[in-house]
C-alpha cells in the first residue's frame, strides 16, 4: 500500500544513510552524550558575555520552583526597583508576597468562570467546548494585565505577611482541586439556567461557590493578611516600622509606578494577524471584565526600540517568550546559533511567522529585561531576570543574543510615555478578539 511505509522503503533509507560515514560519526556521539552536548556551539557562549553597559542594581532572585507563577514574578520584579527606591531599603533585602497576589488571582478566576457561564445565552455543552470557555477557566499562568488587576483591587504584602506555603510552590494540586470544584459549580449553574432560573438565584449560588472557594484555598495556600506592622531597617541602618498597614496602604504609600499606564506591545506576525491592530483574548481573565489580555501588534524593531527606551529610564520591562528551544541554562545563553543542528540533523528551523502559524511556539515564560549591550546604539544582547533562583545561568540571569530575541520574544510592557503619538492613537481601537488556544 502506498499509503503506509513499506519495508523495502525502509531497506532503502537504511541503505542511503549508511553510505554517509559521517551518519554513524553523529549517531554515536549523540547517543553516548545527548544531542545538546554535541550539538552545541562554545564559541556562542563565548560570544555571549555577561556584560552590559545599560543595567539596571543587582537584586535578589525568586525561585518559583513548580509553581507556574513566572507572570507573577515577572511582575513583581518590575515593582521591586521603585518600591525598594520608596522605602529607601536594600533591595536585595526586599522580597514581596507572590502567594498573596496568587491567591486573590485563583480566586478571582473562579468568579470570571462563573460570571463567563451567567452571562452566557449558548448553554449547549457543544458550544462552550467549541468555546474553550472552562477549559482554561483557573489555569495557571497569566498575563501582565491580570496582575496590575490584582494589585490594582487587593494591594501588595512583603513576603513575611504570607510567605509561600507548601503547595504555593506546586501548581498541580491546588490547580486540579480548583479546577474540578469550579467545573462541578459550573456544571449546576447550567442546570439552573437550563431550567429558567433567574439571574438573582444564579449570583445567590455564585456567592456559595465564592465563600467555598476562599475556604479551600485559604486551608492549602494560607488565608491573607489583612494588617499588619511593617518593620524594617533601611539603607543607614535605621529602624523603620508602619504600624497597621493594608495592602492597600502598602501600595499607595510605596509603589509611585502607575501600573495602569503600562501596555502591551506583542510581535505576533502570524497569518490571521496584521500590524499595528490590537488583539484581545476571549474569556480568559481573573477580574471579571476589567483583566482581558490585549496586545497592540508591532514589528520587532518597535518591540526592541520601546524597551531600550523604558530601560535607559530604570525601568525593567516585563516580557513574553518561548525560551525552551535553543538555550543553554548552564550559562545562561540564548542564542539560535547555540546548537548545530544544521550540519549534525540537516535540520532547518521554522521562521517565527510559520511556528506561529503552526503553534508551534507561544508565549509560555514571563521574564524580566533588566539590561542591554548596545554597540553603536544598536542591541547585542539583552540581560533577562528569570524567577528560578540564582544557581543556574549566570547568577539567575539569561544572556539573550539579540538574534533570539527576534525570532521568540513575542510580547513586551511598556510604559506609555515611551510610545509615539501615532503608537498611542492605534491604542485606541476596537480590540479584536481571538480565540483561548491562541499562541498570546
Known amino acids: 500500500m502506498k499509503e503506509q511505509i513499506s519495508i523495502e522503503q525502509i531497506s532503502k533509507f537504511n541503505e542511503e544513510y549508511n553510505k554517509n560515514r ?126 496590575v488587576a490584582i494589585i490594582n483591587k487587593y ?75 511593617y518593620e524594617y531597617k ?42 499595528y491592530k490590537v488583539y484581545s483574548k476571549k474569556y480568559l481573565g481573573n477580574i471579571y471584565k476589567s483583566s482581558y489580555a490585549n496586545f497592540l501588534n508591532l514589528p520587532i524593531e518597535d518591540l526592541k526600540e520601546l524597551t531600550i527606551k523604558q530601560l535607559k529610564d530604570g525601568i525593567p520591562v516585563w516580557m513574553g517568550a518561548h525560551i525552551l528551544k535553543l538555550r543553554d541554562k548552564k550559562s545562561g545563553v540564548l542564542d539560535i546559533r547555540l546548537y548545530n543542528y544544521k550540519e549534525t540533523l540537516n535540520f532547518k528551523p521554522l521562521t517565527k511567522k510559520e511556528s506561529l502559524d503552526l503553534h508551534d511556539i507561544e508565549m509560555h515564560h514571563a521574564m524580566t529585561f533588566c539590561g542591554v549591550h548596545l554597540v553603536e546604539n544598536k542591541p547585542i544582547r539583552w540581560k533577562v531576570e528569570d524567577s528560578y533562583g540564582d544557581k543556574e545561568k549566570e547568577n539567575g540571569y539569561y544572556i539573550m543574543n539579540d538574534n533570539f530575541f527576534n525570532e521568540f520574544v513575542l510580547n513586551v510592557i511598556i510604559e506609555k510615555k515611551y510610545l509615539s503619538k501615532e503608537q498611542l492613537e492605534l491604542l485606541e481601537q476596537e480590540p479584536i478578539e481571538i480565540e483561548v488556544d491562541e499562541p498570546f
Not at 482541586?177 to 467545573?183: D, P, Q, R, S, Y
Not at 449570583?203 to 461557590?209: L, W
Not at 506591545?265 to 497569518?271: A, L, R
Request: charged share 30%.
Open 22 to 147: 559521517n551518519n554513524k560519526i553523529i549517531e554515536n556521539s549523540i547517543t553516548k552524550n545527548g544531542l545538546e552536548n554535541t550539538c552545541i556551539d562554545r564559541q556562542i557562549i563565548m560570544e555571549n558575555q555577561p556584560v552590559f553597559n545599560i543595567e539596571l542594581p543587582e537584586c535578589k532572585r525568586y525561585d518559583q520552583k513548580d509553581s507556574y507563577k513566572c507572570w507573577i514574578y515577572a511582575g513583581i520584579n518590575v515593582i521591586k526597583h521603585d518600591i525598594s527606591k520608596n522605602l529607601d531599603i536594600d533591595i536585595m533585602k526586599l522580597e514581596l508576597s507572590n502567594n498573596y497576589i496568587a491567591f486573590f488571582d485563583k480566586l478571582e478566576k473562579s468568579n470570571n468562570a462563573y460570571e463567563n457561564i451567567i452571562e452566557l445565552e449558548n448553554t449547549s455543552l457543544d458550544y462552550i467546548h467549541k468555546e474553550r470557555i472552562i477549559k482554561f477557566c483557573v489555569a495557571e499562568g497569566g498575563y501582565w494585565q491580570w496582575f
Open 155 to 229: 494591594g501588595i504584602v512583603p513576603m513575611p505577611f504570607m510567605s509561600d506555603a507548601v503547595e504555593s510552590t506546586n501548581y498541580q494540586k491546588v490547580s486540579e482541586i480548583l479546577a474540578e470544584k469550579v467545573k462541578k459549580d459550573i456544571n449546576y449553574l447550567l442546570e439552573l439556567k437550563n431550567k429558567n432560573e433567574s439571574i438573582e438565584k444564579l449570583r445567590e449560588e455564585k456567592e456559595r461557590f465564592l465563600q467555598e472557594n476562599y475556604n479551600l484555598l485559604s486551608k492549602i495556600l494560607g488565608e491573607p493578611l489583612f494588617k499588619f506592622d
Open 234 to 275: 533601611d539603607k543607614d541602618n535605621n529602624y523603620m516600622i508602619y504600624k497597621n498597614m493594608t495592602p492597600i496602604d502598602f501600595r499607595n504609600r510605596f509603589l509611585t509606578l502607575n501600573l495602569n499606564n503600562f501596555v502591551s506591545i506583542g510581535n505576533f506576525p502570524m497569518y490571521n494577524k496584521e500590524y
